[in-house]
């Protein structure tokens, strides 16, 4: 492979970003192109490097150089895990650019839109490439940010601006535990490279303690970053920004992110059971959690934003359930069939002037075809429909956990059977019965623009999952799970009863919301998202902010206020400094001067 | 070239007290200064390292008195800061009624005074030059500033004249503390000669030059002498409330440039001739930093005006540079020295630009600003990149100087047995990444994002004369941060010759 192709990869999007930010930010149309044809370029060089095979040697360059003490350098990994999700970042970063040019169109900061879209690619190609751990950081931040930055794009709103706050702040806390993980395990290895530390950490005898408490710390990255309980708030919020972003980063590559990182660094998780026990319940909890939510919205956002938690939730599961290459296979096809489910619904709120509110459409099916078709493709993938891409790799993470863990695998089936069930629902409300509003009834499908990637997306919901695809696509990412799973058995009741579960959940939700008006069901728990919203203000408002204040009110009253005006006496300090002013001529300072220095000179020339 | 540099604002500012043209002058001067502190930096043989353009006057011989300057890479690259700090605090100053001269000659003396503290190689001048520096910053904020101006500079004055006689007196302790006499070596004020004695005793005799109980006391004092200068907790009151008042150039300079002195030399001399000092006293230099990273966050959490907030950010982040000084090893230090060059210029990019919001709202209060982003787009980007700069966001020299404060504290080069300890003062300092997210984003959103709060059609539109110095802060900034290895191959060579080994 050519040794240039990775570092045009990572360094492509960034130009885009800095030419848009800096030169272009008045031509929005330029921009624009600018940023679709470095999306292109980049989903090409993927495409190059996909065929172009392993890399002989490493490729990197020295960023901070402290010899044995510490070494950072900006380095490459190019192996099939990488190059499998450089695709899908690429790919789908592609699509959505283009489905970005219809959607957008109209937007007042266009250009800033995809300046910051180019700064996203940038970024989260940067943590696909990274070969070690403090690279990996860097890029996760600076994902972060253009997260944070595309949140807000209409800053005007308060509620934007304030989900843009809570994104940066909750991944920062997870942030906190990676980098003290990242510090453990340099500590023990003396290096962040990841092939150097996976050499080295199995012949250091380190406690299990240790490995536990490491691998734990960086998984609050991964908890952070794919929004896994309890640091799950921000990506509900997160629906703010425009949908293109939510499909982009906030449903099929940055969340993903978190499951990337922990299948990059499985060599770590591996030596830790308790860790993946840890890891694996958090997973399937939020998977449960998440789904009840999702039963019970109405925006159509929150409802995909939901789902989406919780199927991050299944890929987290697996690589605690010992199966990363499920993990990586369930990324593979959600990647799809999320972004397809998202853009669909932002064809459906663009139709819709803004409408977000299932409840407010209704009928859809007969005037949005294309639309439809292709949303029903992403639904029945998402929902674990047999043949479907998503039947095939929430089918693996059951078939683990049905092997590690009973209860983990009830959950999980649990969880499946809610998925059919709450998707059932936003499908019969947005798109079968009558149209509910006006706007509804006149909604049509958007230009080839947008519909161009909604096609090509539901091709792969659709195809995704199939064996040969899978064989070719993840190969060696998944054959040694798929190899343990195999020797495992029980593929053939898992998959039964994981149809099943689909045929309860879709049949219940057809049921009860076919031909409603409104919602039957009235869940507060559920429709409030358990309350954990207000619960965490509270807590942030009864120990962080009011801790501040005591502290600020300490701050000003009894260290500044007895303990220094008492010292300097108050008034006299006061008015002696004022005159001291007031003279404003040099010589009074010239002569305190003066004074200072010939004390300087008598205690070190002559006091001894 | 050092004599030069320290030349040139002296003969403006006096230039301009005799009558020349205030602005006119000053940009001459600072554009002149920047120019020739690039080229002192190029022509700097990286290669040979060391102390190089060094020149001496002797004053007073038989005392070993000299006028010395020299200047190796860790002062350099202080001379940069400064060069480019009063560069832009120049730039950005606005017209005054009120005797506009005298205040364009406090701006340059102070940038004198900053220049010639970095560039003395001998002891009286590092520490006269900071006092001549610092009397013109009392003056420009007692004269022109905001707010409660007067509470403020008398606040400033006396902290910061009792700290730096606490300073004197350790300066004096830590001179009568060396040997008078090995070797070849008498004592005396020059810097390098002591640096080198002490690496030769270390190496000769595998003992510090100054034996270890005798360096306990004048490290304590010089750490509150330096500390009260830095604000280190519980000194650091004086510093908010300044900052706020301050003009902004005034706060620019002292918040950006004067301040690291301090921190310039404790790492100058303590490191080389204190080492045993530093570890007998690390667990209070740990306690108090860990102070000013977590009291500190908290109370700037709690602030409602923009200007109290980046005052109290901007002592919560000397914790940072504290604990680079702490890990006593190659990593930290230079992830210290690094940092003290990427505060300067993100704090005066800051201020520089919320100096520019005060005729919108005199009180910078959170609740009357908002949505501003709408109508100072340039002011609010700008804003943005340096906060974020400024809370440690890859791409930006902050964050390198942290990541390598942080490596270098979690593996302190310094008493093994207090290994554990580093670590927490670690755990803390992580913590506070988290704090400064919150306060810098929750002020960023209150004032220049949601809806606008207060309609009016005098925006103010930013001119070049802002827009200029603002990128060149934040420019610096980010070739500092991309590139770190550029100005550590500056750095990490002077600090391998201070550190003992």
């Known amino acids: 492979m050519d040794p240039h192709?990775?570092?045009?990869?990572?360094?492509?999007?960034?130009?885009?970003?800095?030419?848009?930010?800096?030169?272009?930010?008045?031509?929005?149309?330029?921009?624009?192109?600018?940023?679709?044809?470095?999306?292109?370029?980049?989903?090409?060089?993927?495409?190059?490097?996909?065929?172009?095979?392993?890399?002989?040697?490493?490729?990197?360059?020295?960023?901070?150089?402290?010899?044995?003490?510490?070494?950072?350098?900006?380095?490459?990994?190019?192996?099939?895990?990488?190059?499998?999700?450089?695709?899908?970042?690429?790919?789908?970063?592609?699509?959505?650019?283009?489905?970005?040019?219809?959607?957008?169109?109209?937007?007042?900061?266009?250009?800033?839109?995809?300046?910051?879209?180019?700064?996203?690619?940038?970024?989260?190609?940067?943590?696909?490439?990274?070969?070690?751990?403090?690279?990996?950081?860097?890029?996760?931040?600076?994902?972060?940010v253009s997260s944070y930055l595309l949140i807000g794009h209409w800053f005007t709103r308060d509620s934007a601006a304030a989900a843009a706050n809570k994104a940066f702040i909750t991944n920062r806390i997870g942030d906190f535990g990676f980098m003290l993980g990242i510090l453990m395990v340099w500590s023990a290895t003396g290096s962040v490279v990841f092939p150097e530390i996976a050499a080295k950490i199995g012949t250091l005898n380190l406690s299990a303690d240790f490995l536990t408490a490491a691998t734990l710390l960086v998984f609050c990255g991964a908890v952070g970053k794919s929004a896994q309980l309890p640091l799950h708030v921000w990506l509900p919020d997160a629906m703010e920004g425009p949908t293109p972003v939510s499909a982009l980063i906030h449903a099929a590559t940055m969340v993903a992110?978190?499951?990337?990182?922990?299948?990059?660094?499985?060599?770590?998780?591996?030596?830790?059971?308790?860790?993946?026990?840890?890891?694996?319940?958090?997973?399937?909890?939020?998977?449960?959690?998440?789904?009840?939510?999702?039963?019970?919205?109405?925006?159509?956002?929150?409802?995909?934003?939901?789902?989406?938690?919780?199927?991050?939730?299944?890929?987290?599961?697996?690589?605690?359930?010992?199966?990363?290459?499920?993990?990586?296979?369930?990324?593979?096809?959600?990647?799809?069939?999320?972004?397809?489910?998202?853009?669909?619904?932002?064809?459906?709120?663009?139709?819709?002037?803004?409408?977000?509110?299932?409840?407010?459409?209704?009928?859809?099916?007969?005037?949005?075809?294309?639309?439809?078709?292709?949303?029903?493709?992403?639904?029945?993938?998402?929902?674990?429909?047999?043949f479907f891409s998503g039947f095939f790799s929430k089918d693996l993470i059951l078939l683990a956990a049905w092997q590690h863990n009973t209860a983990i695998f009830a959950l999980a089936l649990f969880t499946a059977f809610l998925t059919a069930f709450y998707m059932t629902r936003l499908f019969v409300v947005v798109f079968l019965g009558k149209s509910r509003t006006d706007a509804a009834a006149h909604g049509h499908d958007g230009p080839i623009a947008m519909t161009g990637p909604l096609m090509i997306l539901g091709l792969f919901s659709v195809i995704a999952g199939w064996p040969w695809i899978q064989n070719y696509a993840l190969g060696e990412v998944s054959s040694h799970t798929l190899h343990l799973l195999h020797e495992g058995g029980g593929s053939v009741p898992v998959m039964i009863l994981a149809t099943l579960s689909?045929?309860?959940?879709?049949?219940?939700?057809?049921?009860?919301?076919?031909?409603?008006?409104?919602?039957?069901?009235?869940?507060?728990?559920?429709?409030?998202?358990?309350?954990?919203?207000?619960?965490?203000?509270?807590?942030?408002?009864?120990?962080?902010?009011?801790?501040?204040?005591?502290?600020?009110?300490?701050?000003?009253?009894?260290?500044?206020?007895?303990?220094?005006?008492?010292?300097?006496?108050?008034?006299?300090?006061?008015?002696?400094?004022?005159?001291?002013?007031?003279?404003?001529?040099?010589?009074?300072?010239?002569?305190?001067?003066?004074?200072?220095?010939?004390?300087?000179?008598?205690?070190?020339?002559?006091?001894? | 070239m050092l004599n030069l540099l320290i030349f040139i604002p002296n003969l403006a500012a006096l230039a301009i007290l005799l009558g020349a043209p205030g602005r006119k002058t000053s940009l001459v001067a600072s554009t002149a200064s920047l120019l020739l502190t690039l080229f002192a930096l190029l022509s700097y043989d990286k290669a040979a390292g060391g102390y190089q353009f060094v020149s001496s006057s002797p004053i007073v011989p038989e005392?070993?008195?000299?006028?010395?300057?020299?200047?190796?890479?860790?002062?350099?690259?202080?001379?940069?800061?400064?060069?480019?700090?009063?560069?832009?605090?120049?730039?950005?100053?606005?017209?005054?009624?009120?005797?506009?001269?005298?205040?364009?000659?406090?701006?340059?003396?102070?940038?004198?005074?900053?220049?010639?503290?970095?560039?003395?190689?001998?002891?009286?001048?590092?520490?006269?030059?900071?006092?001549?520096?610092?009397?013109?910053?009392?003056?420009?904020?007692?004269?022109?500033?905001?707010?409660?101006?007067?509470?403020?500079?008398?606040?400033?004055?006396?902290?910061?004249?009792?700290?730096?006689?606490?300073?004197?007196?350790?300066?004096?302790?830590?001179?009568?503390?060396?040997?008078?006499?090995?070797d070849t070596f008498t004592r005396g004020f020059d810097m390098i000669a002591l640096q080198k004695a002490a690496a030769a005793h270390l190496a000769a005799t595998g003992q510090p030059l100054i034996p270890v109980a005798a360096q306990i006391r004048p490290y304590f004092i010089l750490l509150v002498g330096f500390g009260t200068l830095i604000s280190l907790f519980p000194f650091h009151s004086w510093a908010p409330t300044a900052y706020a008042s301050a003009p902004t150039p005034a706060a620019m300079l002292h918040a950006g440039v004067l301040k690291k002195f301090g921190l310039y030399g404790l790492i100058r001399l303590s490191i080389p001739l204190l080492p045993a000092g530093a570890q007998h006293w690390a667990w209070l230099l740990l306690l108090?930093?860990?102070?000013?990273?977590?009291?500190?966050?908290?109370?700037?959490?709690?602030?409602?005006?923009?200007?109290?907030?980046?005052?109290?950010?901007?002592?919560?982040?000397?914790?940072?540079?504290?604990?680079?000084?702490?890990?006593?090893?190659?990593v930290g230090l230079s992830g210290a020295a690094l940092l003290m060059f990427a505060h300067g210029l993100s704090i005066a990019a800051l201020f520089a630009i919320t100096g520019q919001l005060r005729p919108q709202s005199p009180s910078l209060s959170f609740a009357t600003l908002g949505g501003l982003g709408k109508t100072m787009p340039f002011l609010g980007a700008a804003f943005g990149c340096a906060a974020f700069a400024s809370i440690g966001l890859p791409g930006f020299a902050n964050f390198a100087s942290e990541l390598m404060v942080f490596f270098g504290a979690y593996q302190p080069g310094a008493a093994p047995a207090f290994t554990s300890n580093y670590r927490l003062a670690t755990i803390f300092a992580l913590w506070g990444v988290v704090i400064s997210a919150v306060y810098m984003l929750r002020a960023y959103r209150a004032v220049f994002l949601g809806p606008l709060k207060k309609e009016s059609t005098a925006w103010p539109v930013a001119t070049f004369a802002i827009k200029m110095p603002v990128i060149l802060l934040l420019a610096a900034l980010l070739i500092a941060g991309f590139f770190p290895s550029s100005v550590l191959a500056f750095l990490k060579p002077s600090i391998e010759a201070l550190l003992p080994r």
């Open chain 1, 257 to 386: 992110a978190g499951v990337y990182m922990l299948a990059r660094v499985y060599f770590l998780v591996a030596l830790s059971p308790d860790a993946q026990t840890v890891i694996a319940w958090i997973g399937i909890v939020t998977a449960v959690f998440a789904a009840l939510m999702a039963t019970q919205q109405d925006d159509i956002k929150r409802i995909l934003a939901y789902s989406t938690l919780s199927q991050l939730g299944y890929m987290i599961s697996a690589i605690g359930l010992a199966a990363p290459g499920a993990a990586m296979f369930h990324l593979f096809t959600h990647a799809f069939f999320k972004a397809l489910l998202f853009l669909g619904a932002g064809a459906i709120i663009h139709a819709l002037h803004h409408e977000q509110n299932i409840w407010h459409m209704g009928g859809l099916s007969s005037r949005m075809r294309v639309t439809f078709l292709t949303f029903t493709a992403g639904f029945l993938a998402l929902i674990g429909c047999p």
């Open chain 2, 288 to 330: 108090l930093l860990v102070a000013n990273i977590i009291y500190i966050g908290f109370v700037t959490i709690a602030q409602h005006k923009l200007d109290l907030m980046l005052g109290y950010s901007s002592v919560m982040h000397m914790g940072y540079i504290f604990l680079g000084i702490a890990a006593f090893n190659i």
């Open chain 2, 63 to 182: 005392w070993n008195l000299s006028y010395r300057l020299a200047a190796d890479g860790l002062s350099l690259v202080m001379l940069l800061l400064t060069a480019i700090v009063t560069f832009a605090a120049v730039w950005i100053t606005p017209r005054f009624e009120r005797r506009e001269n005298l205040f364009y000659a406090c701006l340059l003396f102070i940038a004198a005074g900053a220049t010639g503290a970095f560039a003395s190689a001998d002891l009286f001048f590092f520490y006269a030059f900071h006092e001549l520096a610092l009397i013109p910053t009392f003056l420009l904020i007692g004269l022109w500033g905001s707010g409660e101006r007067q509470t403020a500079a008398w606040k400033i004055t006396i902290y910061l004249a009792l700290g730096s006689f606490v300073l004197l007196i350790g300066l004096i302790d830590l001179y009568n503390a060396i040997p008078a006499k090995w």
């Open chain 1, 5 to 144: 192709l990775p570092w045009f990869i990572l360094l492509n999007p960034l130009v885009s970003a800095a030419l848009i930010h800096l030169v272009l930010r008045r031509s929005s149309g330029t921009s624009a192109t600018v940023s679709v044809l470095s999306a292109c370029f980049g989903l090409l060089a993927a495409v190059g490097i996909w065929f172009s095979g392993q890399s002989g040697a490493p490729i990197e360059v020295p960023w901070l150089d402290f010899g044995p003490a510490l070494r950072i350098p900006i380095g490459f990994i190019i192996d099939p895990l990488s190059r499998l999700m450089l695709l899908v970042v690429t790919g789908i970063g592609a699509l959505i650019h283009i489905y970005s040019l219809i959607y957008m169109e109209h937007d007042e900061a266009k250009s800033r839109y995809f300046g910051n879209l180019s700064l996203f690619m940038f970024s989260m190609l940067g943590i696909v490439l990274a070969n070690n751990f403090a690279m990996m950081f860097i890029f996760w931040e600076l994902v972060g």
């Open chain 1, 502 to 608: 689909f045929l309860a959940g879709t049949g219940g939700a057809y049921v009860l919301y076919s031909g409603k008006a409104k919602d039957p069901i009235l869940i507060p728990l559920f429709k409030n998202k358990f309350y954990i919203d207000e619960l965490y203000a509270a807590l942030i408002a009864g120990t962080q902010d009011l801790f501040a204040r005591i502290l600020a009110w300490f701050d000003k009253w009894i260290l500044d206020g007895i303990g220094v005006r008492g010292l300097s006496g108050g008034a006299w300090g006061a008015g002696f400094v004022l005159r001291f002013l007031q003279w404003g001529n040099l010589q009074a300072y010239s002569f305190l001067f003066g004074i200072g220095v010939v004390a300087l000179i008598y205690f070190m020339v002559f006091a001894k």
